[in-house]
């Protein structure tokens, strides 16, 4: 009868075996060693582009969430602003920048309308920048120099039209909200007045309440402290409800049936971003917007946090790109 040796009773194999388990041994601490070298993120300050100019509503919301993360994630986080083209300049260069985690951007809804309103786009915003996480939601107002002879939306309608042509509209910028909620107000209403674009909220609000300019649409945040102190007249709010900040300001659809614009901003990073990094900032983010005192704060503005998930806000802003594309084409909107 033979006998089938054991791998312990071979000096060869038991040398083999060794040399095995030398190699896992030194293979495991390589492996090891690699994790422990990757860099902790963040160890350099992060820039936060907003791609509008200082003073606007999307500049005083970059500001106020970057200094909340400042604090907790251990890296200041600096504002640049990078105004123009209705937004597209300042969003194709976080776009086209490294991947680290180091450019970040400030993203307004234009990143949902511009692809419609733009007959060339720099860039694709469902494809070239990778959500980091949802801010918040916020209404216009529809201001007007305190000189316009109207009170209410009903009465500048008909003001703007037995003017036909020879009023004005300021806004943000080209493709922004601010310029196609007018566009919006001129169709509802059949309005004849002409747009007179600006490189952000703050100059196009100076210039309208210097007279140049009769009309704007804004955000709150921007515009609420000029209501209050009387320096312009609101005549309305472009969500379909009341605003918890300012709950004696009529929604413009109590005028014209239907109207709702909520205008939104959001964090996103390039395209390529590890995910390890969108998760430190997207977790930076919710725990700031989830603190009492900043929510309060927020809210005090008009602004309705809204924090969640790197995938919630990808869904969310494909769905509103769906959306705008029909009322850019609708109002027959379009920049070339």
């Known amino acids: 009868m033979s006998v089938i040796p054991t791998v312990a009773t071979t000096p060869v194999r038991r040398r083999a075996v060794a040399m095995l388990g030398t190699v896992a041994v030194v293979s495991s601490m390589l492996m090891g060693s690699t994790v422990l070298a990757q860099p902790a993120y963040p160890t350099k300050p992060i820039r936060l582009i907003v791609p509008f100019a200082a003073g606007g509503t999307t500049s005083i919301l970059a500001r106020l969430l970057a200094d909340r993360m400042s604090q907790s994630i251990g890296q200041p986080i600096v504002v640049d602003n990078r105004p123009g083209a209705g937004g597209n300049v300042g969003m194709d260069l976080v ?3 490294e991947p680290d985690g180091y450019t970040i951007l400030m993203g307004p809804i234009g990143l ?3 692809p419609a309103l733009y007959s060339k786009m720099p860039f694709d915003p469902l494809k070239d920048l990778a ?3 949802l801010y918040g939601g916020v209404p216009n107002l529809l201001v007007v120099n305190p ?3 109207a009170t209410n939306l009903a009465e500048f309608i008909a003001y703007a039209k037995s ?11 080209n493709g922004t909200s601010s310029h196609l909620a007018a566009e919006m107000l001129k169709s509802a209403a059949g309005l004849n007045i002409v747009h007179v674009p600006y490189k952000g909220g703050a100059p196009a609000l100076q210039e309208m309440m210097g007279g140049q300019v009769t009309m704007l649409f804004d955000q709150m945040p921007a515009v609420l402290p000029q209501v209050k102190s ?4 609101v005549l309305g709010v472009s969500s379909i409800k009341h605003s918890a900040a300012a709950p004696d300001i ?3 659809a109590d005028t014209l049936p239907g109207f709702d614009m909520l205008v939104w901003f959001g964090l996103l990073a ?3 971003t590890l995910s390890a990094i969108i998760g430190k900032l997207n977790g930076e983010m919710v725990k700031a917007l989830n603190e009492p005192a900043f929510q309060a704060q927020l809210v005090g503005m008009g602004v309705t946090p809204m924090p969640g998930s790197p995938e919630t806000f990808s869904r969310y802003l494909q769905s509103e790109t769906t959306r705008w594309a029909k009322v850019v084409k609708d109002a027959g909107a379009r920049i070339d």
């Open 270 to 272: 390039p395209q390529g």
């Open 230 to 233: 009387g320096r312009v007249r």
């Open 250 to 252: 009529p929604p413009i």
């Open 112 to 114: 949902a309308i511009n």
């Open 95 to 97: 776009a086209k920048a």
């Open 131 to 133: 959500p980091i996480g």
């Open 163 to 173: 003017n036909p042509g020879k009023l004005n509209y300021a806004s943000n910028g």
């Open 147 to 149: 000189s316009v002879p």
